[in-house]
Antibody, heavy 116, light 107 residues
Framework: QEQLVESGGGLVKPGGSLRLSCAASGFIFSDSYMSWIRQAPGKGLEWVSYISGSSRYTNYADSVKGRFTISRDNARNSLYLQMDSLRAEDTAVYYC?????????WGQGTLVTVSS | EIVLTQSTGTLSLSPGERATLSCRASQSVSNNYLAWFQQKPGQAPRLLIYGASSRATGIPDRFSGSGSGTDFTLTVSRLEPEDFAVYYCQQYGSSPYTFGQGTKLEV
């Protein structure tokens, strides 16, 4: 049974930093591309970033490029998103997702609120 | 960037009826790499269809996808009470991978 559990969300001031984590189980994590997708309150879905199984390939949406960093630790079956220079418009539920083209399985998400 | 437009914001139907949801792309979607997701309140999205017409694992056959190029359709043949939700299309043919704004299917 695949499982993705996000953590690390919370309230942060504009300009601050936050690190999200995602614990994966039930599938071969190291073989899987992984993505972060976000959803602002009451809004639609926005792709944020993805990383290949070996960490060789990464890609970012223009809206977060240079501020967010995706990484993974295959020994710990964990995915991360380091978010720096946070802005109000980064407020959203952040989902950890298996895959990068076909988004097969989604975690339940963690809420990030950027507000003073 | 490919913009996906789901022209119907809200679709009001009844259980047992047929639902047809549309998704139009601003340019051709490479290899028809188009997916559909269902999202219920307070839940994460769930993959329904990928490759425009392939059902994901465990998805009932009342859900079907069709289309190519710039015009795609999700059809729910006979609506069940649990099908009332928000539906998103997504293209993964070219980066950045983009989503439509969603169609709410309500009773």
């Amino acid at each position: 049974q695949e499982q993705l559990v996000e953590s690390g969300g919370g309230l942060v001031k504009p300009g601050g930093s936050l690190r999200l984590s995602c614990a994966a189980s039930g599938f071969i994590f190291s073989d899987s591309y992984m993505s972060w997708i976000r959803q602002a309150p009451g809004k639609g879905l926005e792709w944020v970033s993805y990383i290949s199984g070996s960490s060789r390939y990464t890609n970012y949406a223009d809206s977060v490029k240079g501020r967010f960093t995706i990484s993974r630790d295959n020994a710990r079956n964990s995915l991360y998103l380091q978010m720096d220079s946070l802005r109000a418009e980064d407020t959203a539920v952040y989902y950890c997702v298996r895959g990068h083209t076909i988004l097969t399985y989604w975690g339940q998400g963690t809420l990030v609120t950027v507000s003073s | 960037e490919i913009v996906l437009t789901q022209s119907t914001g809200t679709l009001s139907l009844s259980p047992g009826e047929r639902a047809t949801l549309s998704c139009r792309a601003s340019q051709s979607v490479s290899n028809n790499y188009l997916a559909w997701f269902q999202q219920k309140p307070g839940q994460a999205p769930r993959l329904l269809i990928y490759g425009a017409s392939s059902r994901a694992t465990g998805i009932p056959d009342r859900f079907s996808g069709s289309g190519s190029g710039t015009d795609f359709t999700l059809t729910v043949s006979r609506l069940e009470p649990e099908d009332f939700a928000v539906y998103y299309c997504q293209q993964y043919g070219s980066s950045p991978y983009t989503f439509g704004q969603g169609t709410k299917l309500e009773v």
